[in-house]
């Protein structure tokens, strides 16, 4: 099953939704308990959505509109797909904030037969896509880690280093730990501290 | 020495045949063209989408294994140049010989199946291998008997309607054609245009002898059919030529321009009409008879036919008239009439049947080939000009002009894109013109008489030229005396002046109450819009519903959990009906009639309808309000409440209100009525805040979407002002300026202007 993230103002159908995706092993999760952007961010994370549903007016819960959510979701976990689907596609399209290929007519999801099925297999095939991204950055992650434990590793490199972990760690592919001390400047205290440690124990034990 | 063939490369013969059929069209025509050339009756095209798969098969004679052999397999051998006359006595369309390309234009792989009296044959061949390179004598195609028919042949595919005709009409003999690996995406909207251009190609004429059919997966029996002949069409005039070898012309005129409805014997009789005439009107055709030496100016009276026999149907057909001509020259009603003019309009040029391009193609050049708009800028008088000559607009005309292969002196040009211009092609389009002369002679002469009858019956016309003359010509006396008045100024009788405003109020009452009328509507549609977001999801829902409960029984066998999704969707329904009650009631004809209304009966009930509609969205609509009687259109008051709803809740949904609440207080005043209405909504924008009176002119809205477009029509308030100045009331929206939120508007209503008595 792929974990699926579902933003809307109304509440009403999402039962309904969640048990025809679940047929076609799509598990659907309702974003509740969030009022501002950030707070859809964190949500995503802490549920560790590989995909996101997005109605256009979210006027009556949200004070923004989904293409935002979007926009903002792009902003912040580029590889995370974000699809919005609205019962006006062409307004939505007009924000351009959006690119028109992930913008679905929401009747779509009372479609039947081959419309309903693609739909699916759009959304299955866009998590497959960010688990590869995932991967991926787990690949550039462990190279980086490779050049900080040898301090080979350059400021630029570190910026990249601390935003693949935080997306892996969202994603629990690595531990958590806090992202302080992963700095270098702290690595390095905490290694000359080690050492320090490490001479005094050797003088204890000579004596 | 000894003799050295020639041989061609087998990609050249390709590019040959793709020289002559390069567009998809042309290559389909082509392939049509074939069909009716094998006598077929029926020629069925079958796009079937799963498969990527376009079937065309035909009933006609089928192909012998000679014929396929000697004429289909080789290239520039027609078997039509010498008999080109069919066993049923068609004239053959073709005669070059690369109609087969067609084809390779449309796929890459065929496969076709042809059935004689005597013998069933498979024949295919892979059009790829005329690029490997090898000369044309190396490339082959399989040719196999086989026992299997055309039904046998369509046993598999996924159309029913599609069989029932195959089944039907594909019992003998027949040929069919499976063409894999399309090389166009055949997309439905290129289905349909292939279709539309094979019914602008087939002669309405010739459908009841050769029967087109276009399928998809889906498509049924009567949509499938290939017609221009779809029960619309209707005209003006129609005329009929027909030219014989001897050189006589006899043209056939039918009128079915006017209606006199009841009047018919009086303006027959005061309108100066002959008894021919009343023919005429009655549907008998208007028969002109001449030689072409009549026709055609020449120092030569006795002009030879050299051109050979030919015929044609042309229409006029108008589609605009402006209001005071259709009443003077009593235009039958053409409001229905459809605009052919992007695909049936032109006049079309059919060689044995089938369509000569590009005469009369719509959006080219080529559409006015007769130059008819040349003519008419030349003389452009109107219809009824005394002496003037009227001619028609090329766009007004549509028709079909019929030569054969028999009139040798009008040839093919070698590309086929149309006639060589040769001097009998001259003669042709000046015949043209002159039949449509005849026509144009003819609506002149009637209009010019229902002119003068209209002069002569209608005072009022009368006087006011007589007003406009004399003011011109006091004017001019104005003039000349440097602006001093004339000693001697014009002078009419009170009697005439008073007809004419008479007459005048008239109109304007009647533009008044379809202005009013107007004004209505486009509320209706306001409110339409604005709420579409809503129905839209209703919809939804409503299909949700209906999914839901389908796969409850197919999925789950759970009959009481499909009950339980249909109730549901019962009660969307109700909702829509909430949805017809605020939009469409406000339009019944009880609303349109001037009357004492109780205003607190007719708010009350429209705000009910209101509160079904919103409430589950949290408004609340609050209506103060005593027995009030005030005399107006219901519907114009309905209107203007309607109007401010639709603002408040545009409001209320563009940004997040906590409350969303709406006051209507009406209580009366000294003439008439006092409407107090506000909302908790986001309030007038800034642009507006200072100066709000800005928000009641026409085009003015702040209603924008997330990126500041403008998404409101702007009319609403302006329907609202409009409606107010009718009751000759005021709008107070001052409160605005301080307020810090919602809308406030304060609307006076007295009676209404120039009314006394009931109306509507």
Redesign the interface.
């Known amino acids: 099953m792929c974990k699926v993230g579902f933003v809307d103002d ?1 509440f ?2 999402f039962g ?2 969640k ?2 995706l679940a ?1 076609k092993g799509i598990d659907l999760h309702f974003v509740d308990n969030c009022t501002s952007l950030m707070e859809i961010e964190d949500w995503v994370l802490k549920n560790t959505i590989e995909c996101l549903l997005v109605d256009h ?1 979210l ?5 923004f ?1 989904g ?2 959510v979007v926009a903002y979701i792009n902003n912040h976990l580029p590889d995370l797909p974000c699809i919005i689907l609205t ?2 596609p062409e ?1 939505s399209a ?4 959006v690119i028109r290929n992930l913008i679905f007519d ?2 779509v ?4 037969g081959e419309k309903f099925s693609n739909f699916c297999e759009t959304v299955i095939q866009s998590t497959e896509v960010f688990r590869n991204r995932l991967k991926l950055h787990l690949d550039e992650y462990t190279d980086l880690l490779g050049k900080k434990t040898t301090h080979k590793i350059t400021a630029e490199e570190e910026e990249v280093f601390l935003h693949h972990y935080r997306i892996l760690r969202s994603y629990g592919e690595v531990d958590d730990v806090a992202t302080e001390l992963l700095k270098s400047d702290v690595n390095r205290k905490m290694d000359s501290l080690l050492e320090k440690l490490d001479r005094y124990i050797d003088i204890n034990n000579k004596q | 020495m000894p003799k050295v063939p020639f041989n061609v490369h087998a990609y050249t013969a390709r590019l040959i045949g793709r020289e002559n059929v390069s567009k998809l069209e042309g290559a389909v025509l082509e392939l049509v063209k074939n069909t009716y050339d094998a006598d077929a009756s029926v020629c069925v095209l079958y796009y079937e989408k799963s498969t990527e798969t376009l079937y065309l098969a035909d009933n006609g004679s089928g192909m012998t294994e000679d014929i396929i052999k000697t004429h289909w397999m080789t290239i520039g051998n027609s078997s039509k140049v010498k008999n080109y006359t069919t066993s049923k006595g068609r004239i053959q369309t073709g005669a070059k010989g690369i109609g087969r390309f067609a084809l390779d234009r449309i796929s890459d792989f065929c496969q076709m199946l042809t059935i004689t009296s005597d013998t069933k044959l498979e024949w295919s061949v892979n059009w790829s291998d005329f690029n490997s390179g090898s000369t044309i004598t190396e490339i082959y195609a399989d040719l196999n008997p086989v026992e299997y028919s055309i039904i046998d042949f369509f046993s598999n595919v996924n159309n029913p309607s599609l069989k029932e005709v195959i089944k039907k009409d594909f019992l003998t003999t027949g040929t069919v054609f499976k063409l894999n690996s399309l090389r166009d995406d055949w997309s439905s909207t290129l289905v349909e245009r292939i279709k539309n251009n094979l019914a602008t190609l087939i002669p309405p004429e010739i459908e009841d002898i050769f029967k087109v059919y276009f399928f998809c997966e889906e498509t049924e029996k009567e949509n499938a059919k290939v017609s221009m002949n779809n029960g619309l069409f209707s005209y003006d005039y129609k005329i009929e030529f027909k030219a014989e070898p001897d050189g006589t012309v006899v043209t056939k005129i039918y009128r079915d321009e006017f209606d006199f409805k009841g009047q018919f014997e009086t303006i027959i009789r005061e309108g100066g009409f002959s008894a021919k005439d009343r023919d005429y009107f009655k549907g008998k055709p208007i028969v002109i008879e001449k030689t072409l030496g009549e026709m055609l100016p020449s120092k030569n009276k006795d002009v030879p036919n050299t051109i050979g026999r030919f015929s044609g149907v042309m229409y006029f057909s108008k589609l605009s008239a402006p209001l005071e001509e259709k009443e003077k020259y009593y235009y039958k009603d053409f409001s229905n009439r459809k605009d052919y003019r992007d695909t049936f309009g032109g006049i079309k040029l059919y060689r044995d049947h089938f369509r000569v391009r590009p005469y009369g193609e719509p959006k080219t050049s080529n559409y006015d080939w007769l130059l008819l708009s040349n003519r008419k800028a030349k003389s452009p008088a109107g219809i009824a000009h005394p002496t003037g000559k009227w001619r028609v607009n090329s766009d007004q005309m549509l028709g079909s002009i019929y030569i054969s292969r028999t009139n040798i002196t009008l040839p093919d040009q070698a590309n086929r894109e149309g006639i060589v211009e040769t001097k009998e092609f001259s003669q042709l389009r000046d015949i043209l013109l002159e039949v449509i002369r005849y026509f144009e002679e003819d609506r002149q002469y009637v209009c010019r008489k229902l002119n003068a009858y209209y002069e002569a019956t209608n005072f009022t016309a009368q006087y006011e030229q007589e007003i406009r003359t004399k003011v011109d010509r006091e004017e001019k006396k104005k003039k000349k005396n440097r602006g001093k008045s004339s000693e001697r100024p014009e002078y009419i009788e009170v009697s005439k002046v008073k007809t004419v405003i008479d007459d005048k109020d008239n109109k304007i009452k009647n533009l008044e109450d379809e202005n009013r009328m107007l004004r209505i509507l486009a509320t209706t549609g306001i409110v339409t819009n604005t709420y579409i ?1 809503e129905i ?2 209703s919809t ?2 409503l ?6 409960a ?2 409850a029984l197919e ?1 789950d066998d759970n009959k009481d959990e499909a009950i339980e999704y249909i109730n549901a969707a019962n009660e969307i329904k109700n909702s829509f009906n909430s949805w017809f009650k605020v939009t469409i009631e406000s339009v019944r004809r009880d609303k349109r009639t001037m009357k004492e209304v109780n205003l607190k009966k007719l708010l009350e009930d429209l705000i009910s309808s209101w509160t079904e509609v919103e409430e589950d ?1 949290g408004v609340k609509i609050n209506l103060e309000i005593g027995e009030i009687f005030f005399k107006c259109f219901p519907y114009e008051i309905e209107s203007m409440i309607n109007n401010l709803i639709t603002n408040s809740i545009t409001s209320f ?4 209100v906590e409350k969303k609440e709406i006051n209507i207080k009406i209580s009366p005043s000294e003439n008439g009525v006092i409407l107090e209405y506000s909302d908790s909504g986001a309030g007038l924008s800034a642009a507006y805040k200072s100066n709000p009176d800005r928000i009641l002119e026409p085009f003015e809205t702040d209603k924008r ?3 500041g ?1 403008q998404i409101g029509t702007g009319m609403g308030m302006w329907i609202i002002v409009k409606t107010v100045n009718e009751y000759n009331g005021s709008i107070d929206l001052s409160q605005n300026i301080n307020s810090k939120s919602g809308f406030h508007i304060r609307i006076s209503l007295n009676g209404k202007i120039g009314v006394e008595q009931e109306g509507g």
């Open positions: 109304d009403n159908e309904n939704y048990k025809r047929r007016k006027t009556a819960k949200y004070a509109y293409t935002k019962n006006f307004d007009d924000d351009r904030l929401r009747n999801l009372s479609s039947d | 977001h839209k999801d939804h829902k299909s949700m519903k209906i999914i839901m389908k796969e999925l969205k949904n563009s940004v997040k979407n997330e990126i477009e």
